[in-house]
Each structure stands twice: as structure tokens, then as C-alpha cells.
């Protein structure tokens, strides 16, 4: 059973920045490929980055692309999405989650199906 603790979330100004976490455990994270998405309220959830099990070859979506790197150290079991230039349609909870099935890389926007495990979320909110 592979658990997803995201931390890092909160409240920040239009143009800040934020670094948010993915501890994983319960599994073997380095064979995973692992996202994240957001949801805003009325909102469904969607995707933001995607990075395959080594590292090297990543993914984003239109809205986030140019501001938004995903990365992750595995010898920490960890992900980790840093967010720059933050606008306040960026606010959202943001998940973690964990492709168990496939290692990546992602060469098309992922869906919520692909994953089989998630985080609690972490809240981002940008104030304007």
C-alpha cells in the first residue's frame, strides 16, 4: 500500500512562489511515475506536471507551463512541485499521486484514471 503525504501548501501574494512535497512510502517509489493535479472548488480535477521514474523527462499543461517544475529525489521517496509567478486562478488543493502500473514518461496530458494512489491534497491559495 503506497501513501502520499503532500505539504508546503498556503497562502501567497499573485506573482509569489511556493514549493510543495510529496512524501511517498509503502512502496517502491523510484519505480513510479508520479503527477500532480489540482481542483478548484466547482471544479474538476486536473492535471499540472508529470514526471517519469527517473527524472528526466517531465510533463506539463498549457496554464502552468514556464512557471511550474516538477522534480523528484528518490533516494528520498519525494516530489516535488515548485511554483513560480503564482496567479490566483493557480488556487486550488493540490494532489500528489502515484502511477504504480507505468514508470513514464507522459507525452500527453495525464488523467486522474492513470493513478492508482493519492495524497490528502495541500491548499494553495493566491490572493490577487
Known amino acids: 500500500q503506497v501513501q502520499l503525504v503532500e505539504s508546503g501548501g498556503g497562502l501567497v501574494q499573485a506573482g509569489g512562489t511556493l514549493r510543495l512535497s510529496c512524501a511517498a512510502s509503502g512502496g517502491v517509489f523510484s519505480n513510479y511515475g508520479m503527477a500532480w493535479f489540482r481542483q478548484a472548488p466547482g471544479k474538476e480535477r486536473e492535471s499540472v506536471a508529470a514526471?517519469?521514474?527517473?527524472?528526466?523527462?517531465?510533463f506539463y499543461t498549457d496554464p502552468v507551463k514556464g512557471r511550474f517544475a516538477i522534480s523528484r529525489d528518490n533516494a528520498k521517496d519525494t516530489v516535488f512541485l515548485q511554483m513560480y509567478t503564482l496567479k490566483p486562478e493557480d488556487t486550488a488543493v493540490y494532489y500528489c499521486?502515484?502511477?504504480?502500473?507505468?514508470?513514464?514518461?507522459?507525452?500527453?496530458?495525464?488523467?486522474?484514471?492513470?493513478?492508482?494512489?493519492w495524497g490528502q491534497g495541500t491548499q494553495v491559495t493566491v490572493s490577487s
Open positions: 499521486a502515484a502511477d504504480t502500473d507505468y514508470s513514464g514518461p507522459y507525452y500527453d496530458t495525464p488523467t486522474t484514471y492513470q493513478f492508482d494512489y
Open positions: 514526471i517519469d521514474w527517473s527524472g528526466e523527462r517531465v
